[in-house]
């Protein structure tokens, strides 16, 4: 079913899904969406991207469980986290602005 291949997909992308939750429930209810936003604007920007992850049988880290952390994050890891977080963020306002500037998207006013 569709709903299905698309956690599938969602779950070979974003290995936050694949892992035990260490967040409450209301911030796990955000976390499919958000993540099917970021997967679409992927789709957009990086069309041939998505072929990588046609395969529903496909495991991408075969015999891999992962590790939890011994604790929370500590100050440095989140601080780094913050950091790459933002980093990211500032690389997509500039590919959107780009975007825009160029006339891909109609911006309503």
């Given at each position: 079913n569709a709903v299905e291949r698309i956690f599938g997909i969602l779950k070979r992308r974003f290995g936050i899904l694949s892992h035990p939750a260490e967040y409450s429930l209301a911030i796990q209810a955000y976390i499919p969406p958000a993540l099917g936003?970021?997967?679409?604007?992927?789709?957009?920007?990086?069309?041939?991207?998505?072929?990588?992850?046609?395969?529903?049988?496909?495991?991408?880290?075969?015999?891999?469980?992962?590790?939890?952390?011994?604790?929370?994050?500590?100050?440095?890891?989140?601080?780094?986290?913050?950091m790459r977080r933002d980093e990211i963020a500032q690389a997509m306002w500039e590919s959107y602005q780009i975007a825009l500037e160029s006339g891909r998207y109609d911006v309503l006013e």
């Open positions: 936003a970021v997967h679409n604007f992927i789709r957009i920007h990086d069309v041939d991207e998505i072929l990588e992850f046609d395969d529903d049988n496909q495991d991408l880290n075969p015999g891999f469980t992962g590790d939890l952390a011994p604790g929370p994050a500590g100050t440095a890891e989140k601080a780094r986290a913050r």
